[in-house]
């Protein structure tokens, strides 16, 4: 009976196991994930006269640490070799502007071939705000060489199954030294506006 017993719990146990809900977080111990290949931002840029440039550039991260419902860490590096240019404008148009996106007036991918996001936690805010977003995360972004703190609101959801975050957030270039066309007498037509808009999605997969 005894070896019966043992039998009926072991059996029991690997049934729970193999039926947890891949739904709601897991509380547990770390883990390290890794970001989906092909995770991309938006961006896009202003002139004072409201003409906007936009587009996409690649981000990739191996460090990503959860613990629960937490994510208490990680990096994000941002390749300034992937940025491109999706608004309409003519080829030529296009990988000019990609190029000069690239070199010494904004991001100098020669010196500089990643901007890196640095998560320090990212908690619950104990509300929901107009945006939809639940968590503030706490880090700061190395651009240019230079490293200030940035937080970001954002919508994360954690399952058993991935982590999802979505988060839409600006940033002053000019505090990180990029200051091209940003000088107060330019004429509006010539002006880029300090800010610069992100929109961020990515995704993180349990294993």
């Not at 587009?55 to 992937?82: K, P, Y």
Request: aromatic share 8%.
């Amino acid at each position: 009976m005894k070896i019966k017993n043992v039998i009926v719990a072991i059996s029991l146990t690997l049934l729970m196991m193999g039926c947890k809900d891949t739904n709601g977080p897991i509380q547990g111990d770390d883990e390290t994930l890794v970001l989906e290949t092909g995770s991309r931002a938006k961006w896009r840029g202003f002139l004072e006269t409201g003409y906007f440039n936009e587009g996409t550039i690649g981000l990739s991260g191996e460090s990503l640490t959860i613990e629960g419902d937490r994510i208490t860490g990680g990096e994000i590096n941002i390749s300034v070799e992937s940025i491109k240019v999706t608004n309409d404008l003519p080829p030529d148009s296009k990988e000019e502007l990609q190029h000069h996106l690239q070199n010494v007036d904004f991001f100098n991918l020669a010196k500089y071939p990643f901007v890196t996001y640095t998560i320090g936690s990212a908690e619950k805010t104990g509300k929901i705000d107009a945006n939809g977003n639940n968590y503030l995360i706490k880090g700061s972004m190395k651009l240019l060489g230079k490293s200030f703190p940035l937080d970001i609101p954002a919508k994360i959801n954690i399952t058993a199954a991935d982590v999802k975050v979505i988060a839409k957030f600006k940033f002053d270039r000019t505090k990180w030294g990029m200051t091209f066309a940003s000088q107060p007498n330019l004429p509006a037509k010539d002006k880029i506006k300090n800010d610069i808009e992100v929109d961020l999605e990515l995704k993180a997969i349990r294993f």
